[in-house]
């Protein structure tokens, strides 16, 4: 049964226990669903959090019960989610930079004076946001997001945040790919546990920089979806919808950038995960 829709996912129940979630090719800017999609989003998307679930159970379990063939839709574990979105910054970029510009701090975070667009920060910042039903999330400090969640589950969660950046950071680098953010979703499943829910480290909720190529002081090509924010901003939209329509170079090229984060960072060709989507999910 069909019991929700997001920017990206339908969400359909299997049980009173488990959720089906299909990722769709549909792509999202500043909150407003474009009208045209990306072939094989979707799957790299799923294949990309299959392959993050599958690595990182040690430091925090996650939904994931099972990869399904067409390779964009996962049978998960209900859970409580949490009322936030945990950001985790490591770098100086997008929304993080237009407030230290302005104000010298992000999300209530202190920052030194003189840091540069894209660089690195003295330390990983979590930056929780709200999850907006419509329109768009906001930045909060992390005193209000720990009223939302409750001090206990904010703490766990907060210290699992920077124990999967860790993670993520430390094999992307290996891959050639800086993450210099990410946001990440939990839940309490029911037994209280803490579960890492909805998706991992993908082009979608992560920048991803080519490192051979990253200078600091400026903006850094990327295999994210700011390629397709870039060329939005370019036609003069004001960022409220209806998005405009992305002509065939765009589409190429977004497909492209999500192709190769994903093939570099589950060293997978992207043909073989179509065949046997279950290559990803065996770490």
């Not at 001090?151 to 094999?171: F, G, K, P, Q, S």
């Not at 909805?198 to 920048?207: L, M």
């Not at 990253?214 to 090509?221: E, M, T």
């Not at 700011?226 to 329509?245: F, K, M, N």
Request: charged share 25%.
């Amino acid at each position: 049964m069909h019991i929700g829709s997001g920017k990206v996912r339908e969400v359909y129940a299997l049980d009173g226990e488990r959720l089906l979630l299909v990722a769709s090719d549909r792509i999202s800017t500043y909150d407003v669903v474009l009208p045209t999609e990306i072939p094989d989003k979707g799957r790299v998307l799923t294949g990309l959090s299959a392959y993050w679930f599958a690595r990182t159970r040690a430091i925090v379990p996650n939904h994931l019960i099972e990869l399904r063939p067409d390779g964009r839709a996962i049978a998960c574990r209900r859970l409580e989610m949490l009322p936030v979105e945990f950001v985790v910054r490591g770098y100086l970029a997008g929304s993080a930079w237009n407030d230290y510009r302005a104000s010298g701090a992000v999300c209530g975070h202190r920052l030194p004076a003189g840091l540069r667009e894209s660089e690195r920060l003295p330390r990983p910042l979590v930056t929780p946001a709200t999850k907006a039903v419509s329109g768009h999330d906001l930045n909060i400090t992390e005193s209000e997001a720990e009223q939302l969640c409750g001090a206990d589950a904010y703490a766990e969660a907060r210290e699992a945040t920077l124990a999967l950046y860790r993670a993520a950071t430390d094999h992307a680098e290996r891959c050639g790919i800086i993450v210099a953010d990410t946001k990440l979703e939990f839940g309490l499943d029911h037994d209280g546990v803490l579960t890492l829910a909805d998706e991992a480290v993908t082009p979608d909720s992560s920048r991803f920089w080519p490192a051979a190529e990253f200078v600091a002081g400026r903006p850094q090509p990327s295999f994210d979806k700011q390629y397709v924010r870039d060329w939005c901003l370019s036609t003069g939209w004001d960022r409220t919808a209806p998005g405009p329509e992305l002509p065939a170079e765009v589409v190429a090229g977004t497909r492209a950038r999500y192709v190769e984060a994903f093939e570099r960072l589950t060293g997978v060709g992207f043909e073989r995960y179509r065949e046997s989507p279950e290559v990803v999910a065996c770490g």
